[in-house]
């Protein structure tokens, strides 16, 4: 069995794990040629596809609110000039990520260069 390792900066495969190894992503490598090669033989049944990570809600207003320094000079300037900037901010970061967010991981599909490259693979030896 594979699976396949997904780089959360790039959002592109760049690893394939085994029970026994990790190896890039990358036909010069032997350790993926291999796995083309069982792909092949097996079928596609043998590869599972990268983990996706949701973020929950917590997450999401985090990544967004605005520092505690500028929450408090958006206070301090709501107060001296009678506005609701704070509260109107925090509302609509809280509206746009509700606690129904609840995030978690799923595994996500086969990417179509792998039955690409199984086919090449499959094509290169039938020659």
């Given amino acids: 069995m594979y699976k396949l390792i997904l780089n959360f900066e790039t959002k592109e495969i760049s690893c394939i794990e085994t029970t026994n190894s990790v190896f890039p992503s990358n036909s010069a490598n032997s350790d993926y040629q291999k796995f083309i090669q ?3 033989e097996q079928g596609i049944e043998i590869v599972e596809g990268p983990d996706i990570i949701e973020p929950s809600y917590t997450e999401l207003r985090a990544a967004e609110y605005p520092s505690l320094q500028e929450q408090e000079d958006m206070k301090y300037w709501d107060e001296i000039n009678g506005t609701t900037v704070w509260r ?7 509206d746009k990520y509700p606690k129904t967010i609840t995030g978690g991981t799923t595994i996500g599909p086969i990417p179509d260069w792998v039955q690409e490259a199984v086919d090449a693979y499959n094509a290169s030896i039938n020659t």
Avoid: G
């Fill in 38 to 40: 069982d792909v092949a």
């Fill in 88 to 94: 109107d901010t925090i509302t609509a970061i809280k």
